[in-house]
């Protein structure tokens, strides 16, 4: 595992990533560009290998490029489909230049479509889309709270979709605190050890390749996502040395994606994530 957090690159990419590292960061999300926006910016190759440089020299890896949150290939407006269909195809190739493996989606919204018709929809587009995409960069679906008309926040979604393309094109990035307000019990290790096995069954685990590490501020089930500092939210901080007692990938990121990012919550989430390493668990 390597045990990271989500990044802004406000005020500062380079000083930014040599705080976290000082807090022990080994891993970091970033967004490639405008996260509630449809643009992404000029392409500026020169300052991004400068940053993949540092990056290197830090030893920080991987690098997670997390997709705008406007992007929804299940979208039944054409223009909004549309876009998220070449915003999409502009953040896997960023993430091609960071040297980045992974670029995460939120499955999208079928907006009263229906969720068999909107998992199709997001099944058809990435299958067209696929080849377009640099093969070194693979997409990972996130799991979400299940509010609304949100697709994949059960893992029978997930699988609907993930289960039908190559295990290094196509995999999941499992949010704890969006899982818990869809309902899964993670509050304890026999809730989690089930939630695994689930996701085994349906999924397997070898396509679960990054983890977003949370506490909820919400009850499970709740379908809200309020993701809380860890240790002081609903699942506990048993559960996440339970889940990091697995034996996960030596690369494998695990990235928090907590509160107040860029205040010393930091300092205290990632110290915490890092202090249930290699603890000696045992349910």
């Given at each position: 595992m390597r045990i990271g957090m989500h990044m802004s690159v406000s005020r500062g990419f380079e000083k930014n990533l040599r705080?976290?590292?000082?807090?022990?960061?080994?891993?970091?999300?970033?967004?490639?560009?405008?996260?509630?926006?449809?643009?992404?910016?000029?392409?500026d190759r020169a300052a991004i290998a400068r940053r993949v440089k540092l990056l290197q020299e830090l030893s920080v890896f991987p690098l997670v490029i997390h997709s705008a949150?406007?992007?929804?290939?299940?979208?039944?407006?054409?223009?909004?489909?549309?876009?998220?269909?070449?915003l999409l195809a502009l953040t896997m190739e960023?993430?091609?230049?960071y040297r980045s493996p992974y670029v995460v989606l939120h499955t999208g919204n079928h907006g009263g479509q229906?969720?068999?018709?909107?998992?199709?929809?997001?099944?058809?587009?990435?299958?067209?889309e696929l080849e377009r995409w640099p093969a070194g960069v693979e997409l990972l679906l996130e799991n979400t709270a299940g509010s609304g008309t949100a697709l994949g926040s059960r893992l029978e979604e997930l699988a609907a979709v993930v289960n039908n393309f190559p295990r290094n094109r196509v995999g999941v990035c499992l949010d704890t605190a969006h899982a818990w307000a869809a309902g899964y019990a993670l509050?304890?290790?026999?809730?989690l050890e089930e939630t695994l096995g689930q996701f085994d069954?349906?999924?397997?685990?070898?396509?679960?390749?990054?983890?977003?590490?949370?506490?909820?501020?919400?009850?499970?089930?709740?379908?809200?996502?309020?993701?809380?500092?860890?240790g002081k939210g609903s699942i506990g901080l048993r559960s996440f040395e339970a889940l990091l007692a697995y034996s996960w990938p030596e690369e494998m990121p695990v990235i928090l994606e907590t509160p107040e990012m860029g205040s010393?919550?930091?300092?205290?989430?990632?110290?915490?994530?890092?202090?249930?390493?290699?603890?000696?668990?045992?349910?």
């Amino acid at each position: 595992m390597r045990i990271g957090m989500h990044m802004s690159v406000s005020r500062g990419f380079e000083k930014n990533l040599r705080r976290l590292t000082d807090f022990g960061c080994q891993a970091v999300q970033i967004f490639a560009g405008n996260p509630t926006g449809w643009r992404m910016g000029k392409t500026d190759r020169a300052a991004i290998a400068r940053r993949v440089k540092l990056l290197q020299e830090l030893s920080v890896f991987p690098l997670v490029i997390h997709s705008a949150y406007l992007i929804n290939l299940a979208s039944s407006s054409p223009e909004t489909y549309q876009r998220s269909v070449e915003l999409l195809a502009l953040t896997m190739e960023r993430a091609a230049l960071y040297r980045s493996p992974y670029v995460v989606l939120h499955t999208g919204n079928h907006g009263g479509q229906g969720v068999e018709r909107g998992l199709q929809k997001v099944t058809d587009t990435i299958s067209r889309e696929l080849e377009r995409w640099p093969a070194g960069v693979e997409l990972l679906l996130e799991n979400t709270a299940g509010s609304g008309t949100a697709l994949g926040s059960r893992l029978e979604e997930l699988a609907a979709v993930v289960n039908n393309f190559p295990r290094n094109r196509v995999g999941v990035c499992l949010d704890t605190a969006h899982a818990w307000a869809a309902g899964y019990a993670l509050d304890s290790p026999h809730g989690l050890e089930e939630t695994l096995g689930q996701f085994d069954r349906l999924i397997g685990l070898d396509r679960l390749r990054a983890l977003h590490v949370n506490d909820s501020k919400v009850a499970c089930g709740s379908k809200v996502d309020r993701h809380q500092h860890l240790g002081k939210g609903s699942i506990g901080l048993r559960s996440f040395e339970a889940l990091l007692a697995y034996s996960w990938p030596e690369e494998m990121p695990v990235i928090l994606e907590t509160p107040e990012m860029g205040s010393e919550w930091d300092h205290h989430n990632l110290t915490t994530l890092l202090s249930l390493v290699d603890k000696d668990f045992s349910l």
